[in-house]
């Protein structure tokens, strides 16, 4: 059921306790925690229909990042049923958790930063939503940096006299390199300069291009290598150890999707129905990921039958097609779709997080401007050149993801029973649902610590590298575990018989 509640209902809120440095408005909505921009979307106008959804998933999906992890499984040791076994496994877990985010996103109508106000308190929602934005501020600025390199690189290969303008280097980057970042860096911007419709309108768009693409390349393959898929690089797996690779790639693709799976809601705020959301999912994650998977095998079996080789990911595939115009076609594609993820990913969400840290002077877009100008700051090339930075501090933080989810889940779904009072997630008035101890709720840290220690040990630490690939699933079920044992399930939570749990806005 979509709430939709009148500003009647909002200038009837609670009075009780004193508002804090802001006063709020006449509905009690406090500056500093609400605009338009953060505000539940109206149940009429939300399209992100199933098509939508099916789209935002058919480019993650098929990413190059991921192709090269589904190769990895493949140079593992696994055959071809073996990687659709763990991928399965992967698309089924990450299928049902981005159901239960969806689902919060679609009845409340709210962004993640506002979503973790329910569980983390209005103010120490900040916390899961700063570790969310520096993860994504990061990576946005290294994506944008392998984008503009399949960018030089194609520049190169059609007008071959700008290889004179790749050779110096300015912090970093050739004179090229910088021009190709800067050029796909601003094509992100123009894009989000629209909003979340035209994110939604590219995705669409972005989507069949990168399914035709990869398909056509493995019907090539398979063409070119006469039929011949090699099974496995060498003895296939057997046993214990095949079945453990199995359920390992199958969690560390759960991992993969562990930034989404936390603000996929504010994609499906703007989803008319769970019905929706559930079907988009469901031919986006388990059917795409299976496609994906056969694909990937085709790609790396053909390969390895033609010359013995294990290829990285598919552009060194591209990288060899004779004919110049398709070379480019291909490389367009990978672009294409490169730009899609990277705005998925890595932009939407700190967008809606430096957005929710001072709502009375950001918007979405000042917000998104400001997360694109540091990831440009940082240098991300450096960032991707050092494996102290990705394998610590960007995976240490990762790693933190499975926590997060697990108290928010556990939270709205066993304890809340899905009942939010959504204007409360606005008010900082003492006596309001989600002020806990001033705006910060200590039960969510107390859950969220020790669950933080687990997971960073097992992601990090040598000794623990069998965990490492359940890192994720680890995090997020100690900490749902340790909230759900500490939380007080006698007191009853919201009563959801009344018509105060939303608020209606004219945003989105």
């Known amino acids: 059921m979509q709430w939709d509640v009148s500003n009647e209902v909002l200038g009837a809120m609670p009075s009780t306790g004193q508002a804090h440095a802001h006063a709020p408005s006449a509905h009690g909505l406090s500056p ?18 199933r098509y939508s959804i099916f789209a935002l998933w058919t480019n993650d999906v098929h990413n190059i990042a991921n192709y090269s992890f589904a190769i990895g499984l493949f140079a593992l040791g696994l055959t071809g049923w073996q990687m659709l076994a763990s991928l399965a496994i992967g698309a089924a877990l990450v299928y049902v958790f981005m159901n239960l985010t969806g689902y919060m996103g679609h009845k409340t109508g709210v962004p993640f930063p506002v979503i973790s106000r329910m569980s983390f308190g209005v103010y120490g929602a900040q916390i899961p939503a700063i570790i969310r ?63 979340m419709e035209m994110v939604r309108k590219y995705e669409a768009f972005a989507g069949p291009i990168i399914l035709i693409t990869v398909t056509s390349l493995a019907v090539w393959m398979y063409h070119r290598a006469g039929g011949h898929i090699a ?24 991992a993969i999707y562990g930034t989404l799976v936390l603000n996929f809601c504010d994609f499906t705020r703007a989803s008319p129905s769970r019905k929706v959301i559930r079907t988009g999912n469901f031919w986006g994650l388990p059917v795409n990921i299976l496609i994906f998977a056969v694909i990937s095998f085709v790609l790396a079996g053909a390969q390895f039958s033609l010359n013995g080789q294990i290829i990285h990911s598919p ?48 918007t979405f877009r000042r917000a998104g401007l400001i997360s694109a100008t540091i990831a440009v700051v940082i240098l991300p090339w450096n960032l991707y050149n050092s494996p102290i930075v990705i ?77 490492t690939p359940f890192s994720w699933l680890l995090g997020a079920g100690i900490a749902g575990g340790v909230y759900y044992a500490i939380s007080d399930r006698r007191q009853p939570f919201e009563d959801c018989s009344g018509e105060h749990f939303a608020v209606d806005s004219a945003a989105h």
């Open 32 to 49: 500093r925690l609400h605009n338009a921009d953060l505000a539940p979307t109206k149940s009429e106008g939300r399209r992100w229909g």
């Open 133 to 195: 934005a520096v993860i994504a501020i990061a990576w946005f600025g290294i994506q944008t940096y392998l984008a503009s390199v399949v960018l030089r690189v194609l520049l190169v290969a059609v007008w071959p006299g700008l290889a004179a303008y790749d050779h110096n280097a300015v912090l970093g980057l050739s004179t090229l390199g910088w021009v190709s970042f800067i050029a796909i860096w601003l094509v992100q911007l123009a894009i989000l300069a629209y909003g």
């Open 231 to 254: 099974m496995s690089v060498g003895e296939p797996l057997t046993g214990l150890a095949m079945w453990t690779k199995v359920f390992a790639g199958g969690a560390l693709w759960l």
């Open 315 to 362: 552009t060194e595939i591209i990288a060899t097609i004779p004919d110049k115009t398709f070379l480019v076609l291909g490389c367009l594609a990978f672009l294409v779709v490169t730009v899609a993820v990277n705005i998925m990913a890595n932009f939407v969400a700190p967008a809606f997080v430096l957005t929710s840290l001072a709502p009375h002077r950001l």
């Open 391 to 467: 394998v610590y501090f960007l995976s240490g933080l990762g790693a933190l993801l499975g926590p997060l989810y697990g108290i928010i889940t556990v939270d709205y779904w066993l304890l809340r029973k899905t009942c939010v009072h959504v204007p409360h997630l606005y008010s900082e008035m003492r006596g309001s649902t989600y002020h806990y101890t001033r705006g910060v709720n200590p039960k969510a840290l107390i859950a969220l610590v020790p669950s933080a220690l687990v997971a960073v040990t097992a992601a990090l630490v040598p000794a623990f590298s069998a965990l």
